[in-house]
């Protein structure tokens, strides 16, 4: 590069480009100024396997360039890269020589940049360095440090009452209201002693005294039960779940098992463009279909809002799942099927707690006895109509009988037993996702009975879990991206990335095989799922830890593009991911494969071992 024209024309080529886009230009000039142009014809190699590295990284000016890895004496693709890609990151993440051999596919121009003069830049370009780290981790590109979100924000840096507002049971109900006026506070706690008794609203004030109630009666006459508590430490997002699943309007901030102060859901407030809370309580007070479809929308907005980055997937997920329970609680209400009769149940992604689109959430029905099936099945008919009048997309139909989804306790166990019994024969494989069956609402003992059948089933055929693990691999990842379109290890190419089928699908279930494994039969997600094998493995606490990173990825895409675009998310196309995306998948497709030869060594090849 012996002009400054020809520098300048490389640092413009380099800035649109990561993580070349995110250092400033002088840095750039002064990079590419000790840099030379290379080129190499078609199946020259710029690099060997295990090979030293040279003083240079190879950024791909034109052409593509394979990357091979020998193993067993076999040669394999392992990615195709592009203009913008480098060539020898990986000495970057701590690999002292060359993992792969890289290869031109036809003509190819390479700027080789000086790797000591890169490396600095890392240290000074926190984005650069997150671009670089994504090569070996699916979740890192995307984090930004100088960005918190509610998953980082403590509950207590929220708090606006420094002190705590008490009284005891036995003040009257006068005496209390002073106390709350006084301090423009809408509840009081209710303490004996340290002890927290009761929460006493100015909603249950005002509805005591429009019923005649005297203000002279004592609190503990209309107090409500304690909130949930959490400690100072307790995420925002964490402190809104436990609100959520309490149907709360406060929590008790506590330490060591003393009251510190109560949080309202107006504290929440400043973190968030819209209040979660109010938003569930709206969609399980609403009046119609056109007010619950119009509280959904408002939901996904939400949910699309919040989606800053994979580790919010968590809190969001478990939060969409409250949503979802909501709404189809609420129309069971207005449809009047709010029976006692039935366990109402989620199953596949639902039951997974993993659904974030605007998918309708797959529901089953479990019958206290056989003379409530045929309504069951008209009430779950109807609910199916009104998700789609609310907004919901439509799931497939199941590949199993769908008479199955609704029936008695008695029915399920026998479907059950013949799945676990005899696998091929019932071509069990159709109904896996049933394995996901979890309750949402309603009497949950069925449940419980159900799933401890399936769990002693399970324990009288040990093969089960070989063919679940043998099924694993029926689906495989693919190898990469290039241009806009999706690469197998054939070096076949498809237009559409397959986000369902051939990413999450697999680490689904691989997740429920180990589940299975882990005596969790029934009902828990994959997050959870794979949390359980690695406790229980830590030797291999890696590959669990990769793929669980991946999952967030996958999931987070998946939400984005769905709620985005109103639609599944279950296939992208390509154009629609940025280079920091496809470079995440990347590294996500190879923990997916690692975590598939793992589990089929594991368990398909092996004895089943919870172990």
Same mark, same amino acid.
């Given at each position: 590069?012996?002009?400054?024209?020809?520098?300048?024309?490389?640092?413009?080529?380099?800035?649109?480009?990561?993580?070349?886009?995110?250092?400033?230009?002088?840095?750039?000039?002064?990079?590419?100024?000790?840099?030379?142009?290379?080129?190499?014809?078609?199946?020259?190699?710029?690099?060997?396997?295990?090979?030293?590295?040279t003083?240079?990284?190879?950024?791909?000016?034109?052409?593509?360039?394979?990357?091979?890895?020998?193993?067993?004496?076999?040669?394999?693709?392992?990615?195709?890269?592009?203009?913008?890609?480098?060539?020898?990151?990986?000495?970057?993440?701590?690999?002292?020589?060359?993992?792969?051999?890289?290869?031109?596919?036809?003509?190819?121009?390479?700027?080789?940049?000086?790797?000591?003069?890169?490396?600095?830049?890392?240290?000074?370009?926190?984005?650069?360095?997150?671009?670089?780290?994504?090569?070996?981790?699916?979740?890192?590109?995307?984090?930004?440090?100088?960005?918190?979100?509610?998953?980082?924000?403590?509950?207590?840096?929220?708090?606006?009452?420094?002190?705590?507002?008490?009284?005891?049971?036995d003040?009257?109900?006068?005496?209390?209201?002073?106390?709350?006026?006084?301090?423009?506070?809408?509840?009081?706690?209710?303490?004996?002693?340290?002890?927290?008794?009761?929460?006493l609203?100015?909603?249950?004030?005002?509805?005591?005294?429009?019923?005649?109630?005297?203000?002279?009666?004592?609190?503990?006459?209309?107090?409500?039960?304690?909130?949930?508590?959490?400690?100072?430490?307790?995420?925002?997002?964490?402190?809104?779940?436990?609100?959520?699943?309490?149907?709360?309007?406060?929590?008790?901030?506590?330490?060591?098992?003393?009251?510190?102060?109560?949080?309202?859901?107006?504290?929440?407030?400043?973190?968030?463009?819209?209040?979660?809370?109010?938003?569930?309580h709206?969609?399980?007070?609403?009046?119609?279909?056109?007010?619950?479809?119009?509280?959904?929308?408002?939901?996904?907005?939400?949910?699309?809002?919040q989606?800053?980055?994979?580790?919010?997937?968590?809190?969001?997920?478990?939060?969409?799942?409250?949503l979802?329970?909501?709404?189809?609680?609420?129309?069971?209400?207005?449809?009047?099927?709010?029976?006692?009769?039935?366990?109402?149940?989620?199953?596949?992604?639902?039951?997974?707690?993993?659904?974030?689109?605007?998918?309708e959430?797959?529901?089953?029905?479990?019958?206290?006895?056989?003379?409530?099936?045929?309504?069951?099945?008209?009430?779950?008919?109807?609910?199916?109509?009104?998700?789609?009048?609310?907004?919901?997309?439509?799931?497939?139909?199941?590949?199993?009988?769908?008479?199955?989804?609704?029936?008695?306790?008695?029915?399920?166990?026998?479907?059950?037993?013949?799945?676990?019994?005899?696998?091929?024969?019932?071509?069990?494989y159709?109904?896996?996702?049933?394995?996901?069956?979890?309750?949402?609402?309603?009497?949950?003992?069925?449940?419980?009975?159900?799933?401890?059948?399936?769990?002693?089933?399970?324990?009288?055929?040990?093969?089960f879990?070989?063919?679940?693990?043998?099924?694993?691999?029926?689906e =495989? !990842?693919p190898?990469?991206?290039?241009? $806009?379109?999706?690469?197998?290890? &054939? %070096?076949? #190419?498809?237009?559409?990335?397959? *986000?369902?089928?051939?990413?999450?699908?697999?680490i689904?279930?691989?997740g429920?095989?180990?589940?299975?494994?882990?005596?969790?039969?029934?009902?828990s997600?994959?997050?959870?799922r794979?949390?359980?094998?690695?406790?229980?493995?830590?030797?291999h606490?890696?590959?669990?830890?990769?793929?669980?990173e991946?999952?967030?990825?996958?999931?987070?895409?998946?939400?984005?593009?769905?709620?985005?675009?109103?639609?599944?998310?279950?296939g992208? =196309? !390509?154009?629609?991911?940025?280079?920091? $995306?496809?470079?995440?998948?990347? &590294? %996500?497709? #190879?923990?997916?494969?690692?975590? *598939?030869?793992?589990?089929?060594?594991?368990l398909?090849?092996?004895?089943?071992?919870?172990?």
């Amino acid at each position: 590069m012996q002009t400054a024209a020809i520098g300048y024309r490389v640092a413009d080529f380099l800035k649109q480009h990561p993580p070349f886009n995110s250092i400033e230009e002088p840095d750039l000039l002064a990079l590419v100024s000790r840099g030379r142009v290379k080129f190499h014809e078609s199946d020259e190699f710029l690099c060997w396997q295990n090979g030293a590295y040279t003083p240079f990284i190879f950024v791909i000016q034109q052409g593509s360039v394979s990357l091979w890895e020998e193993a067993s004496g076999k040669e394999h693709l392992r990615d195709v890269r592009g203009p913008g890609d480098i060539i020898g990151i990986e000495r970057f993440l701590g690999s002292q020589t060359s993992p792969y051999s890289a290869k031109s596919n036809g003509d190819v121009v390479v700027y080789a940049l000086q790797a000591e003069d890169f490396e600095p830049l890392l240290a000074k370009y926190p984005q650069a360095k997150r671009y670089v780290d994504a090569h070996s981790t699916a979740g890192g590109v995307y984090h930004d440090a100088a960005r918190e979100g509610v998953h980082e924000k403590f509950v207590a840096d929220l708090a606006r009452d420094p002190l705590t507002l008490s009284c005891t049971p036995d003040s009257t109900i006068a005496e209390a209201a002073q106390l709350m006026r006084a301090a423009n506070s809408d509840a009081i706690a209710a303490m004996r002693g340290e002890r927290l008794q009761g929460l006493l609203t100015a909603r249950d004030i005002v509805s005591w005294a429009a019923d005649g109630g005297s203000v002279s009666q004592t609190v503990e006459h209309i107090m409500g039960p304690p909130p949930p508590t959490v400690a100072p430490q307790t995420s925002v997002s964490d402190c809104v779940l436990a609100m959520s699943r309490t149907n709360s309007n406060f929590v008790a901030l506590t330490s060591d098992g003393a009251l510190l102060r109560l949080i309202s859901e107006a504290d929440l407030q400043p973190a968030f463009g819209d209040n979660p809370l109010a938003i569930q309580h709206d969609i399980a007070h609403a009046s119609s279909i056109e007010a619950l479809r119009l509280q959904h929308q408002r939901a996904r907005a939400f949910l699309l809002e919040q989606l800053t980055e994979p580790a919010s997937v968590d809190w969001l997920a478990a939060f969409a799942d409250r949503l979802n329970i909501c709404v189809a609680k609420r129309l069971t209400e207005l449809a009047g099927n709010a029976s006692d009769q039935w366990t109402w149940c989620f199953w596949g992604a639902a039951g997974r707690c993993e659904l974030l689109v605007p998918a309708e959430p797959e529901i089953a029905l479990i019958c206290r006895d056989a003379a409530n099936v045929a309504q069951g099945h008209q009430a779950l008919q109807r609910l199916r109509a009104d998700l789609a009048e609310c907004g919901y997309l439509p799931h497939a139909a199941p590949d199993f009988d769908a008479e199955i989804l609704c029936a008695t306790v008695a029915t399920w166990q026998d479907s059950f037993s013949e799945w676990i019994r005899q696998p091929i024969w019932t071509q069990m494989y159709r109904a896996r996702p049933l394995f996901d069956l979890r309750p949402a609402w309603g009497d949950a003992e069925p449940w419980l009975r159900l799933e401890e059948f399936a769990r002693e089933v399970i324990r009288t055929e040990p093969s089960f879990q070989k063919v679940l693990a043998n099924d694993c691999l029926s689906e =495989l !990842p693919p190898l990469t991206f290039f241009q $806009d379109a999706v690469v197998d290890e &054939s %070096g076949e #190419r498809t237009e559409v990335f397959a *986000l369902q089928l051939r990413a999450l699908g697999p680490i689904v279930e691989v997740g429920r095989v180990f589940g299975i494994a882990n005596q969790r039969v029934l009902g828990s997600s994959t997050l959870e799922r794979l949390e359980l094998a690695r406790s229980r493995m830590p030797a291999h606490e890696s590959i669990f830890r990769e793929a669980i990173e991946t999952l967030r990825v996958l999931l987070y895409l998946q939400a984005r593009t769905g709620l985005r675009l109103h639609e599944s998310g279950g296939g992208i =196309l !390509p154009a629609q991911l940025s280079r920091l $995306d496809r470079q995440a998948l990347r &590294s %996500g497709f #190879r923990a997916i494969h690692n975590l *598939l030869q793992f589990t089929f060594n594991r368990l398909a090849v092996e004895a089943p071992s919870a172990s």
